[in-house]
């Protein structure tokens, strides 16, 4: 997985509240494997381009100033809905490293942080005010360090958030978790085995067709 | 409830309040094979195959007869088939009359049972909770990792207790009550809690309907959402393929009956729903959380005084096609589906067969019953020959339009009456308007070409 440590660059505001995963990549699109070439394109599809493949200009990702975006600043309940990690990675694809919101959804949050994507969240009205500073001076920058845990705004001016311990690891080494998990080999066995004692009818014969 | 499954599966304590959760059983289906490849390209191997059970449901076509489909997805069916026979994983495949949608195979066949952690690479996991189990949607990352150590690392949710109380109206069911509390509590509302459904409603319930319920949670935020077990829940299960049997019936049900929770038991977060106040439901816009009463009509954004809110509003009515203040009754449709994991269960199919009996569907109308074996039920009480006589398309098991991945889609403009879980843009196909609606008001909507209140049939 890729490392996150730091980042300083232009930010798209995205301001509709629950942007669903279907929107960011709709589902005909999810038997490409990751490594697909155009996987770009997927991202944001149905919004970001017309029937016949041109850009649609009213979409913010398409305006000049925006193009060279790698952060997002959204609206509540981002990236709500289905499971699917291809919304991380059509994010990655597209070169968005980092996505900040008052609240995400539950499973997208998760597979961002797997995948060296920086998902922080912000009060609604500090996440608000930051996408009033990227409508007013479209291409602005802002800087994030996870290190320090700091967003710094358009204006300069920064704001604390907030990361578990163990998420915030993971992004600054780029870590292998699982091979981090047969650390814990033993701990599993020993699940097991109690598991198998206390909760026998959990382990199950094999099919009795 | 929550807190003792959740106790009772901590393999160990992590940075970051995390805990490695150990995983009873893993469902699988073939849009997670990536996961398969990428393990064997590290060279690693299931942990437990014996508690991984796999099932082709999301990309297969439903059309009558058998189920064939382009290249490309035969592709993966058969890597799914080909990975689960290397590994030893209990599939249920093409020609297998166990076969269909996920969430409603594993109750089925009794592997979710009380109690257990469960999980599965799709966002409508929640279902299972209706067994009184922890069960949640994981993404591909996460399927790895539970193939790999047959645990996960997770942080403890906030829980959340939604009461409903007293007797549903006529013509009002599970599904009624579930957009009632998305549209109370909004698509976000359920953002990092589990929800434990509780109160006299929920209990009346049957299984079918309990799972109709919790399937939904994740379109209110929640990740998990389940009921307590009780004698509906034990009579379900008993006889059950892989339900405990004998001695292990008996071990297992005094487990479960300690499950539910303490009558002191705190949640951080309380709803309450009067059962009396819901009223068939169905949805307008393009969130979950866009319900209203089949009486009441398309909202105005004009009387909505706060600007995004506003805008996302008329955004909604765009997409859908619909003018402010117009009765939603008269809203005419263009095509009707019945099925996905949220009503596809034998009890949806009487539903929606209890309206279209004698009548006749004057739009095209689907209907995709959950799992082979809920067909074959269907059949033998005569359900197939109430559908087909009345017009409706009698298919395959599958997940078919609820999420469109085979294709089977609808057109751009064209408006559905589903009885699915998503009406976001695009979902059923790019440009397709989703009302979400249950079984009953489904068929109500394929035999007028309308949005219909179920209770003036």
Not at chain 2, 72 to 83: D, I, K, Q, W, Y
Not at chain 2, 194 to 211: K, L, P, Q, V, W
Not at chain 2, 272 to 287: E, F, M, N, Y
Request: glycine share 10%.
């Amino acid at each position: 997985m890729q490392a996150f440590r730091s980042l300083t660059a232009v930010a798209a505001p995205i301001d509709l509240p629950n942007v669903d995963t279907d929107r960011i990549i709709p589902a005909r699109f999810l038997r490409n494997a990751q490594d697909t070439p155009g996987y770009d394109r997927f991202f944001f599809h149905d919004v970001r381009f017309d029937a016949a493949g041109s850009e649609r200009a009213e979409f913010v990702l398409n305006q000049a100033p925006y193009r060279a975006a790698q952060i997002l600043v959204t609206a509540e309940n981002f990236g709500c809905g289905s499971s699917r990690e291809a919304a991380v990675w059509a994010h990655m694809a597209h070169g968005i490293r980092c996505v900040i919101g008052p609240s995400f959804g539950d499973i997208f949050f998760n597979n961002a942080a797997k995948n060296g994507l920086l998902a922080v969240v912000l009060p609604a009205a500090t996440s608000a005010a930051i996408r009033a500073q990227l409508h007013a001076r479209p291409g602005a920058s802002l800087s994030v360090d996870l290190e320090s845990q700091q967003v710094t705004d358009a204006d300069g001016r920064a704001h604390r958030f907030e990361i578990d311990g163990f998420k915030k690891q993971a992004l600054l080494t780029g870590q292998d978790e699982i091979g981090l998990t047969f650390g814990y080999e033993e701990l599993i066995a020993d699940f097991e085995r109690r598991q198998r004692e206390e909760m026998p009818w959990l382990a199950l014969g094999r099919p009795q067709s | 409830m929550f807190e003792k499954i959740w106790a009772r599966h901590v393999v160990a304590e992590g940075p970051g309040g995390h805990v490695l959760l150990y995983i009873d059983r893993h469902l699988l289906h073939e849009g997670t094979t990536a996961a398969f490849g990428r393990l064997a390209r590290s060279g690693r191997r299931v942990r437990r195959p014996d508690l991984s059970f796999a099932t082709a449901d999301h990309y297969l076509l439903t059309s009558p007869g058998s189920p064939t489909s382009d290249a490309e997805t035969r592709g993966m069916v058969e890597a799914l088939g080909r990975h689960t026979a290397e590994q030893r994983i209990l599939y249920f495949g093409v020609g297998d009359e166990r076969r269909g949608i996920v969430h409603v195979i594993g109750p089925e066949q009794g592997l979710t049972v009380p109690g257990i952690t469960l999980v599965c690479g799709d966002s409508h996991t929640a279902t299972h909770g209706a067994f009184g189990a922890l069960a949640f949607g994981i993404g591909s990352s996460e399927v790895e990792h539970v193939l790999a150590t047959q645990s996960l690392w997770q942080k403890k949710p906030a829980t959340m207790r939604i009461s409903v109380d007293g007797r549903l109206g006529p013509g009002v069911n599970a599904k009624d009550v579930i957009l009632a509390i998305i549209a109370r509590i909004g698509a976000g509302g359920g953002v990092r809690h589990a929800i434990e459904y509780a109160g006299s409603t929920i209990r009346a319930m049957s299984m079918d309907e309990r799972m109709t319920v919790c399937n939904m949670s994740i379109e209110a935020g929640a990740r998990a959402g389940m009921v307590a077990p009780d004698e509906t829940t034990y009579a379900y299960l008993d006889g059950r393929p892989f339900a405990p049997s004998g001695v292990m019936w008996e071990k297992a049900l005094a487990y479960w009956k300690r499950l539910p929770s303490d009558a002191d038991a705190v949640f951080d977060r309380e709803v309450t729903l009067r059962a009396s106040d819901i009223a068939p439901t169905v949805t307008w816009g393009t969130s979950p959380q866009d319900a209203l009463p089949i009486t009441a009509a398309v909202p105005d954004p004009a009387r909505e005084s706060d600007a995004g809110r506003r805008a996302s509003l008329e955004r909604a009515l765009r997409y859908m096609g619909l003018a402010p203040n117009v009765p939603l009754t008269s809203v005419k449709i263009d095509r009707v589906f019945i099925g996905s994991c949220t009503n596809s269960r034998l009890e949806d199919l009487r539903a929606a067969a209890r309206i279209a009996r004698g009548r006749r569907a004057v739009v095209p109308a689907w209907v995709v019953p959950g799992s082979g074996l809920v067909k074959r039920a269907a059949e033998r009480e005569g359900l197939d020959r109430v559908f087909t006589e009345a017009g409706f398309e009698w298919r395959e098991a599958g997940c078919s339009m609820c999420v469109g991945m085979n294709g089977e889609t609808a057109k751009e403009g064209e408006r559905v009456a589903s009885t699915s879980n998503r009406n976001f843009e695009g979902r059923q196909g790019k440009g397709a308007r989703t009302h979400l609606l249950s079984p009953a008001m489904a068929a109500a909507a394929a035999v007028t070409g309308a949005l219909t209140d179920v209770r003036t049939l």
